[in-house]
């Protein structure tokens, strides 16, 4: 009698770096043990999967990249789906689910996701499964994991709708009525829920077994308890809290389910060569330009606790690098010296470090799609490989923990590997590896009997990614001339690193200038030494820029590192008030704050030469830890602090300025910083609308009574802006009332967000 036909899923994806693709080959391989056939392939094979003619159940997993463009392997599918010409009902037969990706370091979080999602829904389409919104800032597996987890009840609840005659049989038997599609709740996961989700019925009964059981190539459950000597040596001595190397009870006793081992793609090589490359920066291309430091210039003293750098970069032999105050452009750095011989060395490699790397795809691999990473160019050197294409520094991925414990050859090192990649230890993992930023040497330091080799490397370590800065400057006031300002990164010492280390870049170009640098107060003369040249790209944007319209107010929100793009508008402005003198220009306010006024004030002399020539109208600035002044603004009985004090000392002008004048509202700074800064106005709001754009760099826009209030917000780190949520509430004519709210896209599920987000309401309707 012949077999039955396994039911079909299509999976599709659009990866850039590797991650959504490796997610949706973990489904279609998963849909097996689901009794499911799954046909892979990415979005742009059209000849391989003809949306328009699909019956069955599909599954996007796509990430972002660059301003929010999609991946390469998605580009032509969304411009398909852009069409104009598509009537609204071309995909009304198709069902499908999407897990979008992201990062909230980079602008425009998830658009490929939100816009693919947006044209299905506008041509048809039916989702049978809540979108999922991962953030690779604090830890894909946040959200990933649990949407993973109710994919199959979903997608058997599809097939049953979709085909009243089809019947799905899984491990417990369970059916689905027909003409049932689950309601599928995603719940939202802040970064301080560690417990892990709740296990299947089935995982259940497996995790409560008594019998110690072996970890499988296809994951599962792995050995109960340790055997009794072993963990008497590992208990011997050792503290009762958890580190990287070592765990506590109940983890160290409990029976793990641990994720499929990835399995291998590459075959990886290396050849001896007559000549040795020599190691000069990134590979050329048509937008990467190598330009001189002219000026380095440390901002804060000594006693700071953090170090401010300002540099200043010589373009005027580079005129496609042309910028706009706002703009932001990409710093090329390399991997540290150090760092890579280490790595060479722990990996038994530093003989052979300037072979020929080749590599090329493993015969009968069984990674649905596999590919040569495209960043991996051919004819380098293995040194040339780990400083320019691999990030090193990179997090190790849960992913990377399972396949690394294939290689340890310590049981209780091996034991911890799994134990850290598991459900069960995603808080060890969160707290000494994703929020400790533990770099791969780290993790091997802490597990010495590990050895993974070369090919397992180059499958898990990500590209080496550019870090972009925002422009400092206007080409208008320093022609030839392109200015940033970067806070020197520190990562203190935790339990999986004894000596705390610097940024990847941060810590690069300080050690780069260290010698030339011009420190606070001193002559600028001083300086003989030749700087060097970096690698730079430009990054232009359309939503961070100094309004067209010269009378529009200015309200500019900069705590520390964050005045730097208010720097480069405020010297526009000043130079179009000098193109420009009869010309009604817009009153301009900024707000800083710092820590002492002494030690880390940026930009003070520039700042106190605007107020003093008029271009600058308002500077109200603060500092945390100085003693108050007898002469200090005064607010709720005490002086300013913060900037959120200044901003709610001064709300009311504010707010005029927004309603009747149609000002414009910048933020820039770190995420906590931001959120801080916005409560205070949303407090005082009152009127029709208030809403919070979702947006990397800040958009302008007039407002006026009769129109909505436009607060807009962006925060950044060192590898760039973060990206925030979009919301709106509606008013009604009572003061603090809320009457709506109406999230107009999704919301990122970020703690420090959330916080903020409730505290508005809190106030709101208080």
Same mark, same amino acid.
């Given at each position: 009698?012949?077999?039955?036909?396994?039911?079909?899923?299509?999976?599709?994806?659009?990866? @850039?770096?590797?991650?959504?693709?490796?997610?949706?080959?973990?489904?279609?391989?998963?849909?097996?043990?689901?009794?499911?056939?799954?046909?892979?392939?990415?979005?742009?094979?059209?000849?391989?999967?003809?949306?328009?003619?699909?019956?069955?159940?599909?599954?996007?997993?796509?990430?972002?990249?660059?301003?929010?463009? $999609?991946?390469?392997?998605?580009?032509?599918?969304?411009?398909?789906?852009?069409?104009?010409?598509?009537?609204?009902?071309?995909?009304?037969?198709?069902?499908?689910?999407?897990?979008?990706?992201?990062?909230?370091?980079?602008?425009?979080?998830?658009?490929?996701?939100?816009?693919?999602?947006?044209?299905?829904?506008?041509?048809?389409? @039916?989702?049978?499964?809540?979108?999922?919104?991962?953030? =690779?800032?604090?830890?894909?597996?946040?959200?990933?994991?649990?949407?993973?987890?109710?994919?199959?009840?979903?997608?058997?609840?599809?097939?049953?709708?979709?085909?009243?005659?089809?019947?799905?049989?899984?491990?417990?038997?369970?059916?689905?009525?027909?003409?049932?599609?689950? =309601?599928?709740?995603?719940?939202?996961? /802040?970064?301080?829920?560690?417990?892990?989700?709740?296990?299947?019925?089935?995982?259940?009964?497996?995790?409560?077994?008594?019998?110690?059981?072996?970890?499988?190539?296809?994951?599962?459950?792995?050995?109960?308890?340790?055997?009794?000597?072993?963990?008497?040596?590992?208990?011997?001595?050792?503290?009762?809290?958890?580190?990287?190397?070592?765990?506590?009870?109940?983890?160290?006793?409990?029976?793990?389910?641990?994720?499929?081992?990835?399995?291998?793609?590459?075959?990886?090589?290396?050849?001896?060569?007559?000549?040795?490359?020599?190691?000069?920066? $990134?590979? #050329?291309?048509?937008?990467?330009?190598?330009?001189?430091?002219?000026?380095?210039?440390?901002?804060?003293?000594?006693?700071?606790?953090?170090?401010?750098?300002?540099?200043?970069?010589?373009?005027?032999?580079?005129?496609?690098?042309?910028?706009?105050?706002?703009?932001?452009?990409?710093?090329?750095?390399?991997?540290?010296?150090?760092? *890579?011989?280490?790595?060479?060395?722990?990996?038994?490699?530093?003989?052979?470090?300037?072979?020929?790397?080749?590599?090329?795809?493993?015969?009968?691999?069984?990674?649905?799609?596999?590919?040569?990473?495209?960043?991996?160019?051919?004819?380098?050197?293995?040194?040339?490989?780990?400083?320019?294409?691999?990030?090193?520094?990179?997090?190790?991925?849960?992913?990377?923990?399972?396949?690394?414990?294939?290689?340890?050859?310590?049981?209780?090192?091996?034991?911890?590997?799994?134990?850290?990649?598991?459900?069960?230890?995603?808080?060890?993992?969160?707290?000494?590896?994703?929020?400790?930023?533990?770099?791969?040497?780290?993790?091997?330091?802490?597990?010495?009997? /590990?050895?993974?080799?070369?090919?397992?490397? *180059?499958?898990?370590?990500?590209?080496?990614?550019?870090?972009?800065?925002?422009?400092? /400057?206007?080409?208008?006031?320093?022609?030839?001339?392109?200015?940033?300002?970067?806070?020197?990164?520190?990562?203190?010492?935790?339990?999986?690193?004894?000596?705390?280390?610097?940024?990847?870049?941060?810590?690069?170009?300080?050690?780069?200038?260290?010698?030339?640098?011009?420190?606070?107060?001193?002559?600028?003369? @001083?300086?003989?030494?030749?700087?060097?040249?970096?690698?730079?790209?430009?990054?232009?944007?359309?939503?961070?820029?100094?309004?067209?319209?010269?009378?529009?107010?200015?309200?500019?929100?900069?705590?520390?590192?964050?005045?730097?793009?208010?720097?480069?508008?405020?010297?526009?402005?000043?130079?179009?008030?000098?193109?420009?003198?009869?010309?009604?220009?817009?009153?301009?306010?900024?707000?800083?704050?710092?820590?002492?006024?002494?030690? =880390?004030?940026?930009?003070?002399?520039?700042?106190?030469?605007?107020?003093?020539?008029?271009?600058?109208?308002?500077?109200?600035?603060?500092?945390?830890? =100085?003693?108050?002044?007898?002469?200090?603004?005064?607010?709720?009985?005490?002086?300013?602090?913060? *900037?959120?004090?200044?901003?709610?000392?001064?709300?009311?002008?504010?707010?005029?300025?927004?309603? #009747?004048?149609?000002?414009?509202?910048?933020?820039?700074?770190?995420?906590?910083?931001?959120?801080?800064?916005?409560?205070?106005?949303?407090?005082?709001?009152?009127?029709?609308?208030?809403?919070?754009?979702?947006?990397?760099?800040?958009?302008?826009?007039?407002?006026?009574?009769?129109?909505?209030?436009?607060?807009?917000?962006?925060?950044?780190?060192?590898?760039?802006?973060?990206?925030?949520?979009?919301?709106?509430?509606?008013?009604?004519?009572?003061?603090?009332?809320?009457?709506?709210?109406?999230?107009?896209?999704?919301?990122?599920?970020?703690?420090?967000?959330?916080?903020?987000?409730?505290?508005?309401?809190?106030?709101?309707?208080?």
């Amino acid at each position: 009698m012949p077999s039955k036909a396994k039911p079909r899923i299509v999976v599709l994806y659009g990866s @850039q770096k590797g991650q959504a693709q490796s997610i949706a080959e973990g489904i279609a391989a998963e849909a097996e043990e689901h009794g499911l056939l799954a046909e892979l392939s990415c979005l742009d094979q059209k000849d391989k999967d003809n949306l328009e003619n699909e019956k069955s159940p599909v599954v996007f997993v796509v990430s972002t990249t660059g301003n929010g463009e $999609p991946p390469d392997n998605a580009l032509q599918f969304v411009r398909h789906i852009k069409m104009k010409t598509l009537s609204p009902i071309h995909y009304k037969h198709l069902h499908y689910a999407l897990l979008a990706l992201g990062n909230t370091n980079y602008e425009n979080f998830c658009n490929c996701g939100k816009t693919i999602e947006r044209r299905l829904q506008e041509l048809g389409a @039916q989702k049978f499964y809540a979108t999922g919104y991962a953030d =690779d800032g604090v830890g894909l597996e946040l959200v990933v994991e649990p949407w993973l987890e109710g994919l199959w009840k979903a997608v058997k609840g599809a097939l049953t709708n979709m085909t009243s005659n089809l019947s799905i049989k899984d491990d417990s038997e369970r059916t689905l009525p027909d003409g049932l599609i689950p =309601d599928v709740q995603i719940d939202l996961l /802040s970064l301080t829920d560690h417990q892990s989700p709740e296990l299947e019925p089935e995982c259940a009964s497996m995790c409560s077994a008594s019998a110690t059981q072996a970890v499988s190539p296809s994951g599962g459950v792995v050995s109960l308890t340790p055997p009794a000597q072993e963990t008497q040596n590992m208990h011997l001595g050792a503290s009762n809290a958890t580190s990287l190397s070592h765990s506590v009870s109940p983890l160290s006793d409990a029976s793990l389910n641990v994720p499929a081992l990835p399995p291998p793609f590459l075959e990886v090589s290396l050849q001896e060569v007559d000549t040795v490359d020599e190691i000069s920066g $990134p590979l #050329k291309s048509e937008t990467l330009n190598e330009v001189p430091i002219s000026r380095a210039v440390r901002l804060t003293t000594g006693e700071s606790v953090k170090t401010a750098i300002f540099l200043e970069l010589d373009i005027s032999a580079y005129p496609m690098l042309a910028y706009q105050p706002g703009d932001s452009f990409d710093v090329f750095c390399p991997n540290r010296a150090s760092e *890579v011989k280490q790595l060479l060395k722990r990996v038994g490699l530093e003989d052979q470090k300037n072979h020929h790397v080749h590599v090329s795809l493993l015969k009968n691999t069984k990674k649905r799609g596999a590919q040569v990473p495209p960043y991996i160019p051919q004819n380098i050197s293995l040194l040339y490989l780990l400083t320019w294409c691999l990030e090193i520094r990179s997090v190790p991925k849960k992913a990377f923990l399972r396949a690394l414990a294939e290689h340890t050859t310590d049981s209780m090192q091996r034991r911890r590997l799994l134990e850290l990649c598991s459900k069960q230890g995603t808080a060890d993992y969160n707290l000494h590896v994703r929020e400790s930023s533990l770099s791969l040497l780290e993790l091997l330091a802490a597990f010495p009997s /590990s050895l993974p080799p070369l090919s397992l490397l *180059v499958e898990h370590l990500p590209k080496l990614q550019p870090r972009p800065y925002s422009a400092a /400057s206007s080409c208008l006031q320093h022609p030839g001339k392109l200015n940033f300002v970067l806070n020197v990164v520190e990562f203190p010492e935790c339990s999986g690193r004894p000596v705390g280390r610097r940024g990847l870049c941060t810590g690069w170009l300080f050690d780069l200038v260290n010698d030339a640098l011009v420190l606070p107060g001193a002559a600028e003369t @001083q300086c003989h030494m030749p700087l060097p040249r970096i690698h730079v790209s430009l990054r232009p944007n359309c939503f961070f820029r100094h309004p067209p319209d010269l009378s529009a107010p200015l309200i500019m929100v900069g705590p520390g590192t964050g005045v730097a793009p208010f720097i480069g508008f405020l010297q526009q402005r000043e130079k179009q008030r000098q193109q420009n003198p009869d010309a009604v220009f817009g009153e301009t306010w900024l707000f800083f704050g710092c820590r002492y006024r002494d030690r =880390d004030y940026l930009f003070r002399e520039e700042l106190e030469g605007f107020v003093s020539r008029g271009t600058l109208d308002h500077l109200k600035v603060c500092f945390s830890r =100085d003693e108050p002044k007898e002469d200090d603004a005064v607010v709720s009985g005490r002086p300013p602090r913060y *900037v959120q004090h200044n901003l709610l000392l001064h709300s009311h002008k504010i707010i005029n300025i927004w309603l #009747k004048h149609k000002g414009c509202l910048y933020v820039c700074g770190c995420d906590c910083e931001c959120d801080c800064c916005l409560s205070p106005c949303a407090m005082q709001l009152g009127g029709n609308q208030f809403r919070v754009y979702s947006a990397s760099y800040p958009m302008t826009a007039g407002v006026c009574s009769s129109t909505p209030v436009t607060l807009v917000r962006i925060s950044g780190s060192e590898n760039g802006w973060m990206d925030v949520r979009c919301m709106t509430l509606q008013w009604n004519l009572q003061p603090r009332r809320l009457l709506k709210m109406n999230f107009t896209q999704s919301i990122i599920q970020s703690n420090s967000s959330q916080i903020w987000l409730h505290s508005v309401l809190q106030n709101v309707l208080a």
